[in-house]
């Protein structure tokens, strides 16, 4: 079982739609991200929380807003989407932001079709 | 150039083939390089780090080669389970301590 886990696992919504995605970790992490995988390339950062705080939002649309309300859980808000927003949505967390070594530890994701 | 960039495949070997994947990064400023491999409909998971000497586990052996910017993954013995997408994922202290990830090269094992 994951120490990252992410609802919902699938959502399909339409483009006027808002919906929110949900990520909790279970492993004392002070650092979540929020990655999108579409096909065929690789894993785009979205946003960096740690401790809590935004620290990186790499230049992603308004119609995305992240929420931290504690360490443990992050949210993704979604609104007036786009079909090619469509993808897999990964959160992730890490002991703290800036670690080289590496590990992140992924949810299963939340895989989102716009129509 | 894209930071960091790998052979997308698909590579189909058949069980008990040897299989390397190569990974090229841009910046010569990067610290750290790590394999990480994903299933099909799964999410990433670390799969070793690559040290500077080289480094092996079972039959998984991970190289670097700081002066040609690249970084390699042998898989000895292939194995059905070793199908999956191997992600090459580069650390970049200059940019603020940022993780960047290939697009994966895809494996499949055929019996």
């Known amino acids: 079982e994951t120490g990252v886990t992410q609802t919902p696992r699938h959502l399909v919504m339409g483009m006027t739609n808002k919906k929110s995605l949900k990520c909790e970790q279970h492993?004392?992490?002070?650092?979540m991200y929020w990655y999108k995988q579409s096909a065929k390339k690789p894993l785009e950062l979205m946003f960096v929380y740690s401790l809590e705080e935004r620290v990186e939002n790499n230049s992603v649309p308004s119609r995305f807003s992240p929420e931290c309300p504690n360490s443990s859980h992050l949210f993704l808000h979604l609104h007036t989407l786009q079909p090619e927003d469509s993808a897999l949505y990964l959160c992730?967390?890490?002991?703290?932001?800036?670690?080289?070594?590496?590990?992140?530890?992924f949810g299963e994701g939340s895989r989102l079709t716009v129509l | 150039r894209k930071e960091v960039e790998q052979d997308p495949g698909p590579f189909n070997v058949p069980e008990g083939a040897t299989v390397a994947f190569n990974c090229t990064y841009s910046n010569s400023a990067s610290q750290s390089f790590f394999w990480y491999r994903q299933d099909c409909r799964k999410e990433p998971k670390l799969l070793m780090s690559?040290?500077?000497s080289g480094n092996e586990d079972g039959r998984f052996t991970a190289q670097l080669n700081r002066a040609s910017q690249y970084i390699s993954l042998l898989i000895r013995d292939s194995k059905l389970s070793d199908s999956a997408t191997y992600l090459c994922?580069?650390?970049?202290?200059?940019?603020?301590?940022?993780?960047?990830f290939g697009q994966g090269t895809e494996l499949s094992v055929k019996p």
């Open positions: 994922v580069v650390y970049f202290y200059n940019q603020g301590g940022k993780l960047i």
């Open positions: 992730a967390s890490s002991q703290d932001r800036q670690s080289n070594t590496g590990e992140l530890f």
């Open positions: 690559v040290y500077s």
């Open positions: 492993l004392g992490h002070n650092a």
